[in-house]
């Protein structure tokens, strides 16, 4: 049995787009001539890069999207799809993130962390994937984490909701499986995003000094957006008849600058 090819326009959706990961896979897709729809609540942000990305030679459009609002994804993807064409590729990927301790967290706070990273995810997913079915192609990528793997302390509803796109996922998968659509996961490592720049600074030293007692903090180095973007680009660039499932990207630690310099390469 064959497989429907990619055709020579593939339209991306990525949610999430107006900073970080979000921004930066927008704008790595469209480098690579797709024509991306920008989606996330601060318009004004999106609006800013589709004209960048334009200026570069590029086609983007800005599109206001709340993922924790039905109605406002499918109005989101109706917009994105009657300016860029039917969807091929559709990153989800929009969240902010609160940290606190699991029994200091109001079910409120827990909750609204579910919403919107797990809950969010899956109603961009619901409202795309019947004409990726329909089409017999097309690539959907989670935005997930690397805390699915190994939790950090501070972030139980983050690491709720991310392990639940992990089981999430897994069963899309399943039962995607024979569609001609492919779903994957990128799971990010420590990335510098503007994710959490605003927390309490005696939370986040608190925070951090209890991922190093336990080990979760091994180097300073952080992921930049860019990385998490080209592990987008090449889930959703593989050719027709393999399926990239799950990819996890971690931030390199440092080489030392004694060692570098013995080598010549101290810069």
Partial sequence: ??????????????????????????????????????????VERLQALAEKIVADGGEAVAVPLDVTDEASVIDCVAKAQAAVGDLEI???????????????????????????????????????????????????VFIGSDVAIRPRPWSSAYVAAKSGIDGLVATIQLELEGTGVRAGVVRPGQTLT?????????????????????????HG???????IAQAVAAMVTMPRGAHMRSVEVEAEGAVPKN????????R
Wanted: zero cysteines; glycine letters at 14%.
């Fill in 1 to 42: 049995m064959g497989f429907v090819p990619h055709p020579d326009r593939r339209p991306v959706l990525v949610a999430g787009a107006s900073s970080g990961i979000g921004a930066a896979t927008a704008e790595w897709l469209a480098g690579q001539g797709y024509p991306v729809a920008l989606a996330a609540r601060r």
């Fill in 90 to 140: 559709v990153v989800a990927g929009a969240g902010d993130l609160a940290v606190g301790l699991s029994y200091q967290t109001s079910p409120e706070a827990f909750a609204d962390q579910i919403n919107i990273h797990l809950n969010g995810a899956y109603r961009v997913y619901r409202a795309v994937i019947g004409g990726m079915i329909d089409r017999g192609r097309g690539d959907f």
């Fill in 194 to 218: 503007g994710m959490g720049m605003d927390l309490d600074p005696e939370v986040t030293e608190n925070m951090l000094n209890d991922w190093i007692k336990h080990g979760l903090a091994r």
């Fill in 221 to 227: 180095n952080f992921l930049a957006p860019e990385h």
């Fill in 259 to 266: 060692k570098l310099a013995a080598k010549g390469q101290d």
